[in-house]
């Protein structure tokens, strides 16, 4: 059992805690040739080829979201879209990828949507880049029989994790700040746009079936989010910084947190959405892209409907 417990398609890394084999399956999901969601990027660029490449955690690992936000854009020109989005992925781990292994494939816009898993922060206070997250390969005798998983279960999740911070100033605004700063010079330098969103969440909700469902959750995520009303105040605080950085350095800001219905067609827990939710998400994705400027701009023909 212990060795069935880690897919094949798993590679642990040092720097960002894991990747998926080109072509392997996760989750029901299969990957492209450079282990993300999507088409093949390996390849040189076809003519008048744009690559977009969104970033994020679990929210962004989704076939639905970059091929959506494809059929509302590829009439508009020939974009190629990948999601490279990984569950439990923070801001840091992001800034890592991009600079050390997506830069390679010539992006030419950056769509970041992120802003939950930055609340391990302030949870477990001691972290500073890469979070220790419980995300260990069962397969290496130095994880499951060392103190590894005992550090993590019994002491940081048992005994150090702070899931209530939904007060006063949070640690993880000045790291998110940071992570995304350097996504964006990052970028500059290649001359990649960048397209910033807030994130979208489903509390508080009038859908009771929707609230039951969050709350017999909370205890299974509480140490990595926090409790339910720290992580609205989390989400929060970190979509003010990034529509600060919108502000600051000009960008694009796609802007969901209150266009996504907080109900159950739209969201199937606390952040993931149904694909009735995602087609909102790529729709304003798709705005951004194809404008270049605020998505407040209207655009004519109209994108897709919702389904």
């Known amino acids: ?89 923070t801001s840091y781990i992001n800034r890592v990828n ?40 069962w397969k290496s005798y130095t994880s499951w029989l060392s103190y590894d998983v005992l550090k993590y279960y019994l002491i940081d999740k048992g005994i150090r994790g702070n899931p209530e911070f939904a007060t006063g100033a949070l640690r993880s605004e000045e790291i998110f700040d940071q992570n995304v700063r350097a996504i964006i010079k990052t970028a500059d330098q290649f001359g990649v746009e960048v397209i910033l969103s807030d994130f979208a969440i489903a509390y508080p909700t009038t859908d009771k079936r929707l609230e039951n469902k969050m709350l017999r959750m909370e205890p299974q995520m509480k140490h990595f989010w926090g409790n339910i009303s ?44 149904t694909t009735k939710g995602k087609y909102v998400l790529a729709n304003e994705i798709a705005k951004a892209i194809i404008i270049g400027a605020p998505v407040s701009k209207p655009l004519n023909p109209p994108l897709t409907k919702y389904p």
């Open 1 to 89: 059992m212990i060795l069935l417990k880690t897919p094949d398609s798993i590679l642990f890394d040092d720097e960002i805690i894991f990747k998926i084999k080109p072509y392997g399956e996760y989750l029901g999901v299969v990957m492209n040739d450079i282990g993300c969601i999507g088409p093949d990027w390996k390849g040189e660029k076809r003519d008048n080829e744009k690559r977009v490449l969104i970033l994020g955690g679990s929210t962004s690992y989704s076939v639905d979201l970059p091929r959506i936000t494809a059929e509302n854009v590829n009439n508009k020109g020939s974009y190629s879209i990948v999601s490279c989005g990984k569950p439990r992925y």
């Open 98 to 137: 991009l600079e050390h292994n997506l830069m390679a494939y010539k992006p030419d816009i950056v769509v970041l949507y992120m802003g939950i898993n930055d609340a391990i922060y302030n949870n477990f206070t001691w972290v500073d880049d890469k979070p220790e997250v419980g995300f260990f390969n």
């Open 230 to 273: 720290s992580t609205r105040y989390a989400v929060e605080r970190h979509n003010a910084i990034i529509k600060k950085l919108a502000e600051e350095y000009g960008l694009s800001l796609v802007s969901v947190f209150d266009k996504v219905p907080k109900n159950s067609e739209y969201f199937v827990d606390i952040c993931h959405m």
